[in-house]
């Protein structure tokens, strides 16, 4: 087990190499550190000395891959794209184009984006798998035809008028809660249960209606008949035979949830005005400030990454035929 | 007037003429054209389907584009002529002007008054305050307690016209297709309502903004409709640019093997692995920055909109390819072990002809699949990356644009939420009736599904 996970880290490292050589074409290659420095100067001030300024200021003045003015092994490590690109890797984000130092931003924004997907992911997941082994109850029925196109339905509306009708009618009719804003301390959970009710009601649609389908797969196989004639309760057998054995396809579209907790995690948290990493990156976007765009890019393909190998761990505790190595 | 051919314009002519292509080569299929036929024995199917033609029609409607000629300055002697900087479409025209009738600010739907005070002058030259007039509402009224009866007159009028209308385009229908075995009636049903929808809109908009105006006091309605295009165009597209990469590098990778698959593995992968918003955020950032750099490239603002737009589509294909790559991977593994493939190598049949004869008809229905599911979801992304602000040029009509610009307004009292409900309202039933007829496409040409709907 532990060496399967090793190897499994050391298989990310070309693939965050990849992520790394793709952002680094993307932010440096197709868009010159001059075309950065004159978007970030503002077209007033543009001089050929104050492109140069900015460079130097901002450690852009190197070449981008060899740097044949510097001896031995300088000659790699003195160019943008071991200072810049490189370092991810050592965690070590740099400061962004404001000046801030990304690695205390991000590590204190952290908490508060936690606290809003850890909770609505995980309510989300249990809400979804609820929903749809009560639908499969009703299976074959009127009423099954119609708890999916409820389902198709709740699909098509854009997760932004989820975000916009919930706080109209949660903290705006009915006064239940904040309608925005955060707070670290005392009664933080009063600013959460908003962008989390909206995370698992937008997630209901999409989520039940795809467990629906991989129980009503397991619904029809034999062991499943085999517990009815032995005269098992229904009950028992969604919870004790249908779930179990469903648990594989299940952990493995989660680990497909996971970066679209980062789409979910960017709205909610401007919309609901929360302090954490996805209003970070909105900000960064729209300040065009690509050093932070850049960290996160890295860290989230770590998360990915992360996630990948943590599904094929939870495999072999849903199923124990499995084994890693 | 003089017609401009945008890119995207170009681009959404030659896609429905590829649609068309692939159709009717598909139909000549008997297994395909059993598939097809089970889509559309259901009336859902037919519904569906028709909407999503009629969001096709306005789409290619509004993708005829030309510049008015301007009238010649009194007194100048000069023969060249010159055009209007805006860009009108044939929906424009045939919406009768509705995109030309702007108030000063909100105003509700089929309100006479302006939403917010302002300072007038009476007749005596005093100030007051109070809620103007709409310029373009209510006009050819004697009294504004006449408005609802008016409204009632003037869409029992559109009704009638719309009925009569629809009889002549069913009609036509009818005479061709009674003897068919599928449910045309459901489509003829939508049709109908369709068409007694539009006209109401066209006769009624002169007199009336019938979902109100917003903040720029421009018509709710009218900047709905024209999103049609933006969605349509996009949900197509990006979907048409993804496919030759991800079929391309799915079908080498499953049938090579080896090296090549370790490659192809690698990069999607690596795509995958990468948060998607971030990546499209960042690359429309630098397409902007290009822009922002090059001003010179583009003579109207339609056409700065345009090339960002297209940009855009490019982006969201050139990212999200690795989903079905790695299907087409899988299906192609799996095919190229089959024995008729065998027998093709035995036979000494080169590595071209398997591909496109025994390989690229088998993983068709995957294609087909991905094509109409991926749709809604890019419709629904477009609001999302227009409300970031790395989507849509707001020089274009988009309803993720409408709503960014509305997000804040339900916050007023009173509330103004009209502005909401157009956007709302064209991506809800655009998006469902894609979703619903995606369903049906997939339970259909889905081998899988098949089956299990066989046994079940």
Known sequence: ?325 | MKPLLLWSDLLIYLLVLMLCLFFLRLRGDPQTREHWRRVFSTRLGMVTFTLILVYVGIALLDSLHFRRALEPVEGTQSTERFYDNQVTSALDVMLAGMGERFERTYSSPFALISFAKENMKDENGALYRDFPQLEHAGRHLATPADRWTDVLKKSITALIWGLLISAVVVGMQWAFLRRSSLPWYASWLTQTAVICLAVWLVLISPYYHVLGTDRGGADVAYQSIKGVRTAVLLGTLATLIMLPIAVTLGVMAGYFKGRVDDVVQYLYTTMSSIPGILLIAASVLLFQVYIDLHPDFFSTGMEKADARFIALCFILGVTSWSSLCRLIRGETLKISQLEFVQAAHAFGVSHSRIVTRHILPNVVHIILITFVLDFSSLVLAEAVLSYIGVGIDPAMGSWGNMINSARSELSREPVVWWTLSGAFFFMFVLVLAANLFADLVRDAFDPRTGSRVATA
């Open chain 1, 1 to 325: 087990m532990l060496i399967y996970i090793i190897r499994r880290l050391f298989y990310a490292i070309p693939i965050l190499l990849g992520v790394n050589l793709l952002t680094f074409t993307l932010f440096f290659v197709v868009n010159s550190p001059d075309d950065m420095a004159v978007s970030q100067l503002g077209a007033k001030y543009v001089t050929p000395e104050a492109i140069q300024l900015w460079k130097e200021k901002n450690g852009y003045d190197r070449p981008l891959f060899y740097n044949p003015d510097a001896a031995g092994s300088d000659s790699l490590t003195e160019t943008i794209f071991f200072s810049k690109s490189l370092r991810l890797f050592a965690f070590d984000f740099g400061r962004s184009e404001s000046g801030r130092d990304i690695t205390t931003d991000i590590s204190t924004r952290m908490w508060p984006s936690l606290a809003v997907a850890v909770p609505s992911f995980l309510v989300g997941i249990w809400v979804n798998i609820c929903v749809a082994l009560l639908v499969v109850m009703f299976h074959a029925t009127r009423l099954d035809r119609w708890i999916v196109f409820v389902f198709v339905a709740m699909m098509s509306i854009s997760y932004l008028f989820y975000i916009i009708g919930g706080q109209y009618l949660v903290a705006k009719t009915w006064r239940l809660v904040p309608i925005s804003g955060f707070h670290a301390h005392g009664q933080f959970w009063k600013f959460l249960i908003l962008p989390v009710l909206v995370g698992v009601v937008a997630g209901i649609g999409a989520g039940a209606r795809w467990y629906r389908t991989l129980f009503l797969e397991e619904a029809n196989q034999d062991y499943v008949r085999t517990a009815r004639a032995k005269g098992a309760s229904e009950i028992r057998i969604l919870f004790r035979h249908i779930l179990p054995n469903a648990l594989i396809p299940i952990l493995t579209g989660i680990v497909v949830l996971i970066p679209s907790l980062f789409m979910g995690g960017l709205l909610i948290e401007s919309f609901f005005g929360i302090p954490g990493l996805g209003s970070y990156m909105l900000d960064a976007i729209k300040s065009q400030d690509f050093a932070i765009v850049r960290s996160m890019v890295f860290i989230g393909s770590i998360l990915y990454i992360i996630g990948l190998i943590l599904t094929d761990i939870s495999y072999t505790w849903a199923d124990p035929r499995l084994r890693l190595d």
